[in-house]
């Protein structure tokens, strides 16, 4: 499945003490995700009329996840890749600063 084919919008109400949080999967006739029997249960997303949010949570509950989210989220093979190879020229670096001889 195509990461584009699916949205997710986040509204935090201002002033307010929840989280709406709204599935959208998109295409030629978008369609929103609701919770029914703890599956997700796609609608037709009707324009100009308010629709209800895929699922709401306490501010509280939504902080701890955004939270959780991106300190523990997958990373991508490249930025691993990436971290590695510094790791590996930083060992060297120090490998030549330990055994450096002595002239």
Same mark, same amino acid.
């Given at each position: 499945?195509?990461n584009n084919?699916?949205?997710?919008?986040?509204?935090?109400?201002?002033?307010?003490?929840?989280? #709406?949080?709204? /599935?959208?999967?998109k295409?030629l006739k978008?369609?929103?995700?609701?919770i029914?029997? #703890?599956?997700l249960?796609?609608?037709?997303l /009707?324009?100009?009329?308010?629709?209800?949010?895929?699922l709401?949570?306490?501010l509280?509950?939504?902080?701890t996840?955004e939270h959780?989210?991106? #300190?523990?989220?997958v990373?991508e093979?490249?930025?691993?890749?990436a971290?590695?190879?510094?790791?590996?020229?930083?060992l060297?670096?120090f490998r030549k600063?330990v055994?450096?001889?002595d002239?």
């Amino acid at each position: 499945m195509n990461n584009n084919e699916w949205a997710v919008h986040i509204q935090k109400n201002l002033g307010g003490y929840n989280v #709406n949080i709204y /599935i959208i999967k998109k295409g030629l006739k978008p369609e929103i995700a609701y919770i029914k029997d #703890n599956y997700l249960e796609l609608s037709e997303l /009707i324009g100009g009329v308010e629709q209800e949010p895929t699922l709401k949570l306490p501010l509280e509950v939504w902080n701890t996840l955004e939270h959780q989210l991106i #300190n523990d989220k997958v990373r991508e093979k490249s930025e691993v890749e990436a971290e590695l190879s510094a790791t590996k020229y930083h060992l060297e670096d120090f490998r030549k600063l330990v055994f450096k001889k002595d002239k």
